[in-house]
């Protein structure tokens, strides 16, 4: 099993900046993909970024291409969002999620291709 935990949410005005951590514990080296989505009230879980443990490679959702950046620390599995020039709209649980199955392909942004999830964070932007 993989366990994620979530940390660093909490409230902001837009346009500032927050850094979203999730810590991966148990068999966390089996991870081969992270990813961060988000979920508003009343709306579906939705992808925001992810990144490839072997070389980094990354995906973003074009939502926040630009103002976002995923990171993962390769000895621990830390996982990180760096989130700039906040707006309202970014207000959401964030979910931290891993995946073990695709070690070899490339990164997803489909919800189901992840297997763990964090129990997720509070973020809200205020205008």
């Known amino acids: 099993q993989v366990q994620l935990t979530e940390s660093g949410g909490g409230l902001a005005q837009a346009g500032a900046s927050l850094k979203l951590s999730c810590a991966a514990s148990?068999?966390?080296?089996?991870?081969?993909?992270m990813a961060w989505f988000r979920q508003s009230p009343g709306q579906e879980r939705e992808f925001v970024a992810a990144?490839?443990?072997?070389?980094?490679?990354?995906d973003y959702a074009d939502s926040v291409k630009g103002r976002f950046t995923i990171s993962i620390n390769n000895t621990n599995n830390m996982l990180f969002l760096y989130m700039n020039n906040l707006r309202p709209e970014d207000t959401a649980v964030y979910y931290c999620?891993?995946?073990?199955?695709?070690?070899?392909?490339?990164?997803?942004?489909?919800?189901?291709?992840?297997?763990?999830w964090g129990q997720g964070i509070q973020v809200t932007v205020s205008s």
């Open positions: 999620a891993g995946d073990v199955n695709r070690y070899y392909r490339g990164v997803s942004n489909v919800r189901g291709d992840y297997e763990y």
């Open positions: 148990g068999r966390s080296s089996t991870v081969a993909n």
């Open positions: 990144i490839r443990k072997i070389d980094g490679g990354s």
